[in-house]
C-alpha cells in the first residue's frame, strides 16, 4: 500500500516537473524572440543613427543673397561687416580678423 502511494506521489511530482519544464522552455523561446526582436531594432536604429549622422556632414549649399547674419556670432553683415565665403560658410570678416571664426556649416 505504502509502495502504491509512493508511486503516486512520485507520478504526481513527475507531471510537476514536467509541466514545469514546459512552461520554462515556452519562457525560454518567448525570451529568445524578444531579445531577437530588439537586436534587430538596434541594428535598425544604429543605422538610421548612422545615416543621420551623415547627413549632417553634408555641405549645404546656400546662395549668398539668403544669407543674412554671420552664423558664428549672429550679427548682421552690413557695408562694414562683410560676407566672405569660405568653405560654403558666409560668414564676417570680423570674425576672422579677431580670430574668433569656427566653422560653420549653413
Known sequence: MQILKFQAATERQENELRNRVA???EDLENNE????????????L?????????????VRWQHEDDVDECPGCKQQF???R?????????ISND?????LFRSHSI
Do not use: G
Open 23 to 25: 512552461s520554462l522552455q
Open 33 to 44: 524572440a524578444t531579445q531577437q526582436d530588439f537586436v534587430q531594432l538596434s541594428q535598425s
Open 46 to 58: 544604429q543605422m538610421e543613427l548612422e545615416r543621420l549622422r551623415e547627413a549632417e556632414k553634408e
Open 78 to 80: 552690413t557695408v562694414t
Open 82 to 90: 562683410r560676407k566672405v565665403f569660405k568653405k560654403f560658410d558666409f
Open 95 to 99: 570674425l576672422i580678423k579677431n580670430k
